[in-house]
Every structure is written in structure tokens, then in C-alpha cells.
């Protein structure tokens, strides 16, 4: 099977910086998009990142200019630069990536665990 691992969350004071990792593993031959989402409580999860296989870009409003996402393909690896981190960018941060096809022919869409970002001081 195909497992998402995320890394790097953490609580940091307002203005501070994290980076997210998020590695794919298994029998996978080929994956597409992929990207963050972030669930903060009470709230719904949200995009907050995407990025194609070519490296095309997308970013919600919110995040523009302070968060950056990249991906080293040769690793199945997604990352999340968060600069000027703010108190509402709290949240559970989830890894996702999209039309995961693998070694028996499935094709499918994967979720990593999450991990917690906390920015307060």
C-alpha cells in the first residue's frame, strides 16, 4: 500500500518560520498533484498548497507570499516552506497526493497522518 508521511510540525511564535516534509512510499509508479491542506478546530479543512508534477503552483489567498511549496519527484517528496507563520495559521497540516497509481493498477488518492502546526507566544 501507499503511506504519506509527514514531518516537521511544531509550535513556533508569530513570525517565525517551519517546514513541512512529506514523504510517499510504496509500490508507486506514478503520482500527480500534490499538496497541504490545513483543519483548524471547528473549522473545515481548506487548501493550502498544491503543486503539478510539472511544478505548477497554487496557493490559497491566505498564504500567498509567505508560504512556499515544492516537491522533489525523484523522492515522491512534497515540502511546505511557512515563513511570517500567524496565531491563524494553526492547525492540523494534511499531506495529499492525488492519482497515485502503483505497481498493482490502482489508482487512487492518499492522505498522510497530519501533524500540528501551533504558532502562539
Known amino acids: 500500500q501507499v503511506q504519506l508521511v509527514e514531518s516537521g510540525g511544531g509550535l513556533v511564535q508569530p513570525g517565525g518560520s517551519l517546514r513541512l516534509s512529506c514523504a510517499a512510499s510504496?509500490?508507486?509508479?506514478?503520482?500527480?498533484?500534490m499538496g497541504w491542506y490545513r483543519q483548524a478546530p471547528g473549522k473545515e479543512r481548506e487548501l493550502v498548497a498544491t503543486?503539478?508534477?510539472?511544478?505548477?503552483?497554487n496557493y490559497a489567498d491566505s498564504v500567498k507570499g509567505r508560504f512556499t511549496i515544492s516537491r522533489d519527484n525523484a523522492k515522491d517528496t512534497v515540502y511546505l516552506q511557512m515563513n511570517s507563520l500567524k496565531p491563524e495559521d494553526t492547525a492540523v497540516y494534511y499531506c495529499?497526493?492525488?492519482?497515485?497509481?502503483?505497481?498493482?493498477?490502482?489508482?487512487?488518492?492518499?492522505w498522510g497522518q497530519g501533524t500540528q502546526v501551533t504558532v502562539s507566544s
Open positions: 495529499n497526493a492525488k492519482d497515485v497509481r502503483t505497481l498493482r493498477g490502482s489508482i487512487d488518492d492518499y
Open positions: 510504496g509500490l508507486i509508479v506514478s503520482l500527480n498533484d
Open positions: 503543486v503539478t508534477s510539472g511544478g505548477n503552483t
